[in-house]
């Protein structure tokens, strides 16, 4: 359209389908014209249904298929789902975010969730923000992990011992607690035996098996070895179970031991050096070296008896 104005003209443009006066346009459309024949939040246009599996036993919520199904939550399935969608429809050159606000259980309707959500998206330099709702369905099952434990699988033991000595009770509650604090998402412990040397903790990968072994000589002292065992063979590649021998230190604080004809009270150990100890009779501190302490032995009558604390698990 052509404008006058004294002597000079100019041109100004027009929204086609309004016929409003604008200097911008985007299509060729005014910014309320293309905007309006927009819809961030559209469930019925959408390529896929929104579906997550959930486990009926631990209640976790995973997408995916097979055993590569990955832990997630539902409200991040449907802002992924969304992103995709918004992505496709509109050009993958847009700048999209979504946040999950609210989720609903349907009542009547165990396999379905309604999520509220708020999207924001940048499509040819407007932004738009729009809130809505999308219904999502659950698929039961029993993940994979829960059907691990279940089984009683195992893929490594962390055998927990002590040189020269029988673990206290205490140390090997300490360590059980240790190896439960250490645990990821997808690590879990199928089962614990007492033993009267120590404890057997089965573990649910190598992985998990090093890492608490790891923590475990780091907290109560002491050192772990590792050995390979092959179990079988699955898709072509050997399947190994793993034995972590984690040795605690041959003496704790507290104890009293004897060298000789004398009785001493351990104060601190220090590892592949020795112990920082006091000489019961004379109260005087001293320091035995490791090839002492090698030729030590416990003092069992200044043993306090420890009461039992840990749970036997089957």
């Known amino acids: 359209m052509k404008e006058s104005s004294g002597d000079k003209e100019r041109w100004s443009k027009f929204c086609p389908k309004c016929g409003k006066k604008t200097d911008e346009l985007f299509d060729s459309l005014c910014r309320a014209c293309f905007t309006k024949g927009i819809k961030l939040i559209d469930a019925e246009k959408l390529a896929i249904p929104i579906r997550v599996n959930v486990c009926e036993i631990c209640g976790g919520y995973f997408k995916g298929k097979g055993a590569g199904k990955e832990r997630t939550s539902i409200e991040e399935v449907v802002t992924d789902a969304i992103r995709k969608d918004i992505l496709e429809r509109y050009g993958h050159e847009c700048k999209v975010s979504a946040e999950g606000l609210v989720r609903n259980e349907l009542k009547g309707a165990e396999n379905r969730v309604i999520v509220s959500l708020r999207v924001k998206a940048e499509i040819k330099g407007v932004e738009i923000e729009e809130r809505g709702e999308i219904e999502v369905s659950l698929k039961r099952e029993t993940c994979e992990r829960c059907s691990r434990i279940t089984g009683g699988y195992y893929a490594g033991i962390v055998q927990i011992r002590a040189d020269d000595r029988i673990p206290a009770d205490e140390e090997l509650t300490m360590a059980e607690e240790i190896a439960y604090s250490g645990l990821g998402d997808a690590d879990f412990i199928s089962k614990e035996t007492k033993l009267k040397e120590g404890l057997d903790i089965y573990v649910s990968s190598m992985e ?31 399947i190994y179970r793993v034995s972590f021998s984690v040795r605690l230190p041959a003496f704790t604080e507290g104890e009293k031991v004897e060298i000789g004809d004398k009785v001493f009270s351990v104060e601190k ?23 002492e302490t090698d030729k030590a032995r416990r003092h069992f009558f200044f043993l306090e008896k420890r009461k039992p604390v840990l749970k036997e698990k089957k």
């Open 208 to 238: 998990c098996g090093r890492r608490v072994s790891r923590q475990i000589v780091k907290k109560l002292g002491g050192g772990f070895s590792e050995s390979r065992k092959l179990y079988g063979r699955k898709d072509g590649r050997n």
């Open 269 to 291: 150990v220090r590892k592949e050096k020795g112990i920082e100890c006091v000489d019961v009779a004379t109260g005087e501190r001293t320091f035995l070296k490791k090839k």
